[in-house]
């Protein structure tokens, strides 16, 4: 911790800050600049509580130096990136992009199979879909639940496909575990702790949404919370912050904070396109963005019939939306970043 | 749902929407302006999804005339106000304002035997005090949990208080039931609706935080999970919201937003003024805002020693800094909005 | 306008209503809904204020169909596209996308002639360079003034490149508009209405830069006033967006802001990659992005030694890195949106 | 300025690091704790530009612990209070709180000879009215001009008042130099560091208002153009701030702003209590809590007739209402913060 004087902060001042710092066990280097002083906090291991320090007169700033967790941190997994593999040679976080679709909700055992078999003759191996649904309105359609999990999980069977699917709460959670190949937690669990720390205390890798407010910093702490319970198979999901700009759009996609948890944590980050456009016609555009800035992979929504869809139909793509974006993706795909994978080969 | 098509609209664009209107067996009254036409569609009920209109050309606009929810608003009301009755004449809602204050959480039976025992000779019913904490970091204290619950028991019987306390989960759920005179749902698990649902089968009344980057209409959609499954005893509360603002504090009252909250909505709103502040000296000037603002309640913490809390000390008050503000709050209280209560002579 | 009554609102509320707006000349017709009534404003030309009606009783929203604006607006221009030509066949608005490239400042006559010549070796003919420049610190480098626009007017002439260059304020935009292809006004100044004015009484082709805080809806009042005065060839320039999140980088590329500005109004529209970054190996990364993305051309700052730059040198790019990400440009230039423009034949 | 290693950073990189200190002409001191090395940097007088240190590896952080600016901060003010006297006992920023009210635009002679008529009576001193208006709409009402600036003066003249109105560009600013005895820069304005500059060179205390999506420290800069251009007689104004709630209200009052501001810098602070609101009903509520919170004065618009006002309409109270909020404002004014200040004796 680092403890900046105020210009002109007195002898006696600086004297009390140095008691206050070897009365808790630590030892204080006090460097005198030009202008003023600054005192250097030693001997501790962790994070100091600064507000011990808040009382003393003549301080203007405290700086730490020490980070408050420790985990989520490339620095502290010794440089080096976390795989994780879902078996099948289906991987996230290596020299690939994984591309994770499916509807927003399992809506039916036809649509679901239909889904499943139109991506997985596309070389799509993660089928997402919803069977518990945390909707903005308590009256929109909810998931059909257990239903609708052993739907995904009859169509993933058949087509040879992972599971994506969202748990929601400790029971969903109990469900889920069994069935899902990844576990969704969506942005606005991503401060819901207690169900955090049970992610943290299960096998099944974790894809952890980041919430639509939430600063890096905040998904840091819902990281740790989760590596913290011994988990460390998380893949991190960005699908847009919300911003002052209320009226026109959902959400913008934080493509520099997208490189900034590349760079600082050690986890495999993807992008979700669909969420932030509300708007069909702009998943392709932002898709192309995400591939060309560069991600472990991309989430798209798609949907049989999207007008009839039950849940977010508007930002959905049909098939032949999806084979429409595939084509350009597949020009930009490994250009310049990780490449597409796609697991069988493609007319 | 009124569609305003585009200026230059054709008239085979407008037929199609009108076509499709009715093909979902609604009606469609086309008025043609000075400039573009518009077309009001009639007999729902409710909220129409927009997504089905997404497709026609030559619209500018879809507005929504219903609302997506019901039982939130006031109008739905018959306008009237709800009033959350604790029992023992304290009451929110009605002309007067409560005061809920206590240390974030109860860190022992000492510490919260002794707040009790200050608070309570000075009148405030209202103890307040987490057994089970969502913290940032899962390395900081996270409540004394189910042993945290009983201390709190045994102050408020002892000191003839009502609980305000926290419930992060299903199973703090169970146990806090038993116990609160109020369930708090933190601003963090304010779209934790899994959880809100449980909330709106219970009998407890609730009281629930804004988030700090929800939006009220996001909040109206949180109080409606509660509300639709038979709770209407909610307390809602203003904490802060986040702005761009990022480096100097924690969040901004949102005043404006509170008044939204009481015109809109039937619900009391009560303002916490610790959890924007970060810094204990603040909390006074934040809360005499508050009051002359007008609200049917203020919560603060308030703790025996802060300066060795283990959580939100910075922003706890002493006793003596407590006693402080009672006295200008005494001097602002009833002279424009709700007086605060007290429950008993104050010396 | 749409007034949209309250449930419950009475007879003589809603009467109210319509006889204040045929009392300033309007026709009001009512609509009984299932639920209530709303009442359509006819006959007027341009938008209503609506305070006007902020003192009838009964009113639940009024919902404005004509907009405040007009020319900003596509459906206001024949559907049509605006090109902006700045002769020698450089275009904006049509189908390539334009790079404008340079330093942030002007800084000596050496330093803009050794990058005209780098950059129009690379067929890169827009040229950027303060040399009045708006520092966020009165005590930072605020440009070469006049000699540096004699500077970046020789290096222009001698490479055959087109000006691009900032006038903040009446002095300099009467400086600037003898010597530049293209005035670009800084997002600081977006809502300097007086200077804007300025410049749409002038015929020099504008580059407005989106404010880092500015609403689209605050971004086209700022184009309409450029607009009303005479002036169409504007250029819109996002630069990214202030966001909650503060600490981690300085602005979020809004990319769905810069298809909903294509879609809206009429006027060609590029991304400024070096401003939102703060840092210079994150330039290529959303240069990519916008390119995928699509747009009319990108704006990115190059320097011959980016580490003693006198302004913006941790974004600036060295001609090694400006020529790296030429060549992951060119890769996806043209692929699915607007191919880059270059003017001679690459090696 | 303190350099932060990462965990793991070699002996090499450090050493690289002390040495480009060296070579720069400071002095370098490492501190190696448990975990990792800081460098601290010595010799330098002011703010050190880290971009120089950004090409080094092993760096995790970079803190300044100079600042950019000086003038702005108390602590470079030797810790005083500045006091801005406008003459005649008319003082901002020392123990009572000033009122600033009038019509946003002045309309026409008859209505500010009304206005200030008005409120002298009731003992205002401060008279504001705008001759040019920054309106965000080229097509809405942008004052009288030089005709609206001998308006106020003579209404000033006869009522004996002073004059706050605001200059928008150098044109006017040369104009109302010699009428205004506070000159005001509206919020769009604030980072308009040319007109700030010509603020700073004239003698007129200037009124600066916060931009509406301005951190404290963008203010602080703006400040330092002012001041370091030598014009101490600054009035800082909050007058909300835009959040990402975009649909409910046009903006917050950020009250721990406020209280920043007056504590890290040494400047009155006064608040606008209409232009947040946009509503009449919510002036009154807000001035009570700008007045209880604490602050060096309010600014109010006050209309005659403000359903036909030319701008700002909705927000503007009526002569009835401004009496009814006087009462209000007079029962709370110096109970714990300021005391309002009237010039004359109240009935």
Do not use: W
């Given at each position: ?113 239909e889904t499943?078999?139109f991506l997985?003759?596309r ?179 798609v949907h049989p019939d ?11 793509l049909s098939f032949n939306d999806f084979d ?24």
């Amino acid at each position: 911790m680092l403890i900046i004087m105020k210009i002109g902060a007195t002898k006696q001042q600086i004297l009390d800050v140095v008691q206050a710092i070897e009365g808790i066990g630590y030892q204080a280097k006090i460097s005198k600049g030009a202008q003023r002083s600054v005192i250097l906090v030693h001997g501790n291991i962790g994070y100091i509580d600064e507000s011990y320090f808040k009382k003393f007169m003549g301080i203007r700033d405290i700086i730490h130096i020490s980070k408050r967790l420790k985990l989520v941190y490339r620095e502290n997994n010794g440089g080096a990136d976390t795989i994780v593999d879902l078996g099948d040679n289906i991987v996230f976080g290596d020299r690939s992009a994984q591309i994770i679709a499916g509807p927003c909700s399992v809506e039916s055992r036809e649509m679901i199979m239909e889904t499943a078999d139109f991506l997985s003759s596309r070389g799509i191996k993660l089928l997402r879909g919803g069977a518990f649904k945390p909707r903005t309105s308590p009256y929109s359609f909810q998931g059909l639940g257990d239903k609708g999990l052993s739907y995904i999980h009859d169509a993933a069977k058949k087509y040879n496909m992972k599971i994506v699917t969202e748990a929601i709460d400790e029971y969903s959670l109990s469900q889920v575990m069994d069935v899902a190949d990844v576990i969704q937690i969506g942005a606005r669990n991503m401060q819901n702790y207690s169900l955090l720390k049970k992610c943290g205390a299960i096998k099944n890798p974790i894809l952890l949404k980041r919430g639509f407010t939430a600063s890096i910093d905040d998904l840091y702490a819902s990281l740790e919370y989760i590596l913290s319970e011994g988990n460390p198979n998380i893949i991190v999901c960005e699908r847009g912050i919300r911003v002052f700009e209320g009226t026109k759009q959902r959400s913008i996609i934080d493509f520099l904070g997208v490189s900034d948890l590349r760079e600082e944590s050690h986890l495999p980050v993807i992008i979700d396109t669909s969420h932030a456009t509300r708007e069909r016609a702009k998943v392709p555009g932002l898709s192309r963005a995400a591939l060309a800035f560069g991600c472990d992979g991309l989430m798209v929504e798609v949907h049989p019939d999207p007008d009839k869809a039950l849940s977010d139909g508007p930002q959905s793509l049909s098939f032949n939306d999806f084979d429409l974006m595939l084509i350009e993706l597949k020009k930009i795909s490994g250009l310049f970043s990780k490449p597409l994978k796609f697991y069988k080969e493609q007319k």
